[in-house]
């Protein structure tokens, strides 16, 4: 594997906004169930990922590469969930985490889906993973590397997604299978490719470059649904309980959680990653002390100065770089 799925921080965004809107916030319903999504296609990744990294051990000509997002033409950005190549083909992997009944009318290009009695129609995944192939042809192109060729793929993560019946008799489309499928048609296209388009070192040349190209979304998700900075409440959070404001004893600077009594003098850690998660990856004193509530300036200085951070500016304007959130998968 050279690129690995890395932190989840969609997920991450996402929860650290659901615990900074007010209770009765509009939009915590639509963030909530956003989130319960975003986790459940994460988890189909994952899932996916495993059946992926079982094949790829035992054969050393495969680089994969997760989660890649690359500037493709016109300044667009593409992302693939997956990548997957060899000397002989690319494998583009869009996966899909759907629950319920799948129908696919080819006619019209069009997905159903039916779950618990509901029915909802959504863009074809084909349709999107195969744009995704021919910007990732243009970017070879433009990079001077060999038409490899880019197979484009469609994977049902979830083994309770069933496929209906009529779609089944007019036949599957090729490039959408089950995850379990996919070491049997990894193994069929190594039979079926017999050409080389790249040595052992382009091969490995082409997957440093997609490494160095992957550009990070950085998008803010304030703006994303809409919010300021006036819709999220200030405070130290509770690491163990989520709940906010935690109050600091006034001597010993310890924080102490009013819902759950949990106590920490290095809770506002947390309450820094929010803010870079929400706000920005830098932050001023005056910045973070409005973000975490706390009034003293030199009581900010000490507990930012704890941290170690690397500092940009002069000691009037100084901006401290918050580190990228640690986060272990949950999911
Ligand atoms: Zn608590």
């Not at 006036?230 to 109050?247: T, W």
């Not at 102490?256 to 850690?269: G, M, P």
């Not at 900010?300 to 401290?320: A, V």
């Amino acid at each position: 594997m050279v690129k690995n799925r890395g932190l989840p921080l969609q997920s991450l965004r996402l929860e650290a906004l659901l615990r900074r809107l007010p209770e009765h916030h509009a939009k915590k319903d639509q963030i909530f169930q956003d989130l319960m999504k975003w986790q459940a296609g994460y988890r189909g990744e994952r899932s996916v990922d495993y059946v992926l990294s079982e094949f790829v051990r035992t054969s050393s000509h495969y680089f994969a590469l997760q989660d890649l997002r690359l500037q493709g033409e016109r300044q667009r950005f593409f992302q693939m969930d997956t990548l997957l190549l060899s000397s002989q083909f690319g494998l583009i992997l869009e996966v899909k985490n759907y629950q319920g009944t799948i129908h696919f009318d080819g006619n019209l290009q069009q997905f159903r889906r039916v779950h618990n009695g509901k029915q909802e129609s959504f863009a074809n995944p084909l349709l999107q993973v195969q744009r995704q192939q021919v910007q990732l042809d243009h970017w070879l192109h433009r990079h001077h590397f060999p038409p490899l060729p880019i197979i484009p793929f469609v994977v049902l993560s979830s083994p309770y997604t069933t496929i209906a019946p009529s779609v089944s008799q007019s036949g599957l489309p090729k490039s959408l299978l089950r995850a379990e499928a996919l070491p049997q048609v990894l193994l069929e296209l190594e039979q079926n490719s017999k050409h080389s388009w790249l040595s052992g070192g382009e091969l490995a040349k082409l997957s440093s470059l997609l490494l160095h190209s992957h550009t990070p979304d950085s998008f803010s998700i304030l703006k994303r649904y809409k919010l300021t900075n006036h819709d999220i409440r200030a405070g130290v959070h509770c690491p163990s309980c989520q709940e906010l404001p935690m109050f600091r004893r006034l001597y010993s600077g310890i924080w102490e959680c009013r819902h759950c009594s949990f106590t920490s003098n290095r809770a506002y850690v947390e309450s820094l990653q929010d803010y870079s998660l929400l706000v920005n990856h830098t932050v001023t004193n005056g910045e973070a002390r409005r973000f975490l509530g706390i009034e003293c300036r030199k009581a900010m200085h000490y507990l930012l100065s704890q941290l170690k951070l690397k500092q940009e500016g002069n000691s009037r304007i100084r901006r401290y770089l918050l580190p990228p959130p640690h986060h272990v998968p949950r999911h």
